[in-house]
Antibody, heavy 125, light 113 residues
């Protein structure tokens, strides 16, 4: 079945780096764009970043631009989120999510039809 | 960025009654060339990831009960639960995917009255 397993979260100090991973299975990973979405404790959903199926295009939320980098390895069916200069406001559950459709024409991306269970990042001194 | 505003922030509905959640975008999410609204609805229960309910403003995801329906176009959208069940207690989010930067509404908490 279609599955995403996100991992790599932990408790880190402000200013350090961390890389999250998301292992995909049950679908043609190289055919779909994928997203990272986060949710701070008790708060709503915040989209973080997107990468196209072939890795050629990336989009970021303003709040993470320049600090976070989304990447993928289609040979390993794995998505990554490299995070540097972490701040307390980056503390959240981070979810990877699959784009809900194959990209058509000029569309940037789509809704998210499959989500990982989430990995928790806590930035605290 | 497109701002998504949901109303109300929370609502309490009796079992079997209708629940209606509104979502307004700060600019259109209707793509004129294909006449599609780039709007989705999600349900999130405590301790779980969000679950896609509806895409393209009104297309119900496979397996989603037909008591859930989406409507609207342009900037104004609605999620309706026609007959609220106990398992529908959750937070519901709208999301636009029209723009490069995806944005979600703040969420609407649905409870049983």
């Amino acid at each position: 079945q279609v599955k995403l397993v996100d991992s790599g979260g932990g408790v880190v100090q402000p200013g350090v780096s961390l890389t999250l991973s998301c292992a995909a299975s049950g679908f043609s990973f190289s055919s779909y764009g994928v997203h990272w979405v986060r949710q701070a404790p008790g708060k709503g959903l915040e989209w973080v970043a997107f990468i196209r199926n072939d890795g050629s295009v990336e989009f970021y939320a303003e709040s993470v631009k320049g600090r976070f980098t989304i990447a993928r390895d289609n040979s390993r069916n794995t998505l990554y989120l490299h995070m540097i200069s972490l701040r307390s406001e980056d503390s959240a559950v981070y979810y990877c999510a699959k784009d809900g459709a194959l990209r058509v024409g000029p569309d940037y991306h789509y809704y998210m039809d499959v989500w990982g269970k989430g990995t928790t990042v806590t930035v605290s001194s | 960025d497109i701002v998504m505003t949901q109303s109300p922030d929370s609502l309490a509905v009796s079992l079997g009654e209708r629940a209606t959640i509104n979502c307004k975008s700060s600019q259109t999410v209707l793509y004129k060339s294909n006449k599609k609204n780039y709007l989705a609805w999600y349900q999130q229960k405590p301790g779980q990831p969000p679950k896609l309910l509806i895409s393209w403003a009104s297309t119900r995801e496979s397996g989603v009960p037909d008591r859930f329906s989406g409507s609207g176009s342009g900037t104004d959208f609605t999620l309706t639960i026609s007959s609220l069940q106990a398992e529908d207690v959750a937070i519901y989010y709208c999301q636009q995917y029209y723009d490069k930067v995806i944005t979600f509404g703040q969420g609407t908490r649905v409870e049983i009255k």
